[in-house]
């Protein structure tokens, strides 16, 4: 099992390539999208507001339909990923403090044991750490240090809280999402990490560089007409990583033509699409690019 983790975990960081894939989607009519997130507006709206509904906000079924809806065995999955690839992230102390501060923050609706993790772990933390693990791997040599990372769709700022707290922190982390949801992840980020931690956590749009492109789940779920602006960030980066889902909106991009955007912006770098690993959805694909 180690050795087909990581041989997959190589290949989605090499110069792999798989076929667009086609999109199944589910939610063709509006109404029924902007009713989804009407809810989730409302939702995150009423926990930056409310400290008793912060409290409780990633169990709340509006909350649900959009994050927290990893399960305990998929969380099993990103554990034993993590356990065989990345196990140097189980020995940084800073890190097990944020997994601890996760499970203690927001009442996550699943926690459970895992194996080489110390207390209750929530599987959705499990799958940043897999992450963050992919993360180094993309980058090389001093991993994220000194690196300005832009996250677009950083829901409550789960995998910037965990990147941000470990040894090899990035100079900045600037999540862009909607207006609620940044309110939430700035709260979250002040709730769950050290001060000099979280001041290097920002929100909204900035005239800035990025060295580094993240966007898992989110960015694919975007019509064109609003990603079209994303799409450009993403191409001016270096170094990008986008897991894509299919099945959202009906004009979202296919990843395929999003991987050939990329390519065609920057003919000089490598850029990969692999299958999602360990896979959460049919037809989900991690694209990375980097410098060759």
């Known amino acids: 099992m180690q050795a087909l983790i990581l041989i997959t975990t190589a290949n989605a960081l090499s110069a792999t390539k798989k076929p667009s894939t086609q999109q199944p989607f589910l939610y063709d009519n509006a109404a029924t999208l902007a009713d989804r997130y009407a809810d989730y507006r409302r939702h995150c709206d ?3 507001a409310d400290d008793a509904a912060f409290a ?21 999955m990103y554990a034993h990923f993590v356990r065989e690839a990345y196990a140097d992230l189980l020995g940084e102390a800073p890190l097990a403090a944020a997994v601890a501060a996760a499970a203690r923050v927001g009442a996550p609706p699943v ?16 799958r940043y750490l897999k ?5 180094r791997a993309l980058v090389g040599g001093g991993a994220l240090a000194g690196l300005r990372v832009l ?25 862009r999402d909607l207006d609620c949801a940044e309110r939430l992840a700035a709260k979250y980020i002040d709730a769950t990490l050290p001060a000099a931690a979280a001041a290097r956590f920002a929100t909204g749009a900035e005239d ?17 007409d609003v990603a079209a602006e994303y799409y450009a960030l993403a191409e001016a980066a270096p170094f990008g990583y ?27 770098a490598t850029v990969a699409v692999a299958d999602e690993c360990p896979p959460t959805a049919e037809g989900n694909v991690l694209i990375t690019w980097r410098p060759k």
């Open 46 to 48: 009423r926990c930056v």
């Open 111 to 126: 926690l459970a044991s895992y194996d080489g993790f110390d207390g209750a772990v929530s599987p959705t933390q499990l």
């Open 208 to 224: 800035e560089a990025t060295d580094l492109f993240v966007s898992n789940y989110a960015l694919s779920e975007l019509p064109r």
């Open 242 to 268: 986008v897991t894509w889902n299919h099945g959202i909106h009906a004009d979202a991009m296919p990843s395929g033509e999003f991987a050939d955007r990329i390519a065609a912006a920057r003919p000089g």
């Open 56 to 76: 409780t906000f990633k169990s709340a079924p509006a909350y649900r339909d959009i994050l927290e809806h990893l399960s305990e065995d998929q969380g099993r």
């Open 151 to 175: 996250e677009i769709g950083g829901g409550y700022g789960g995998q910037a809280q965990l990147a941000l707290a470990a040894d090899d922190a990035p100079a900045a982390w600037r999540v």
């Open 131 to 135: 992450t963050l693990g992919d993360l």
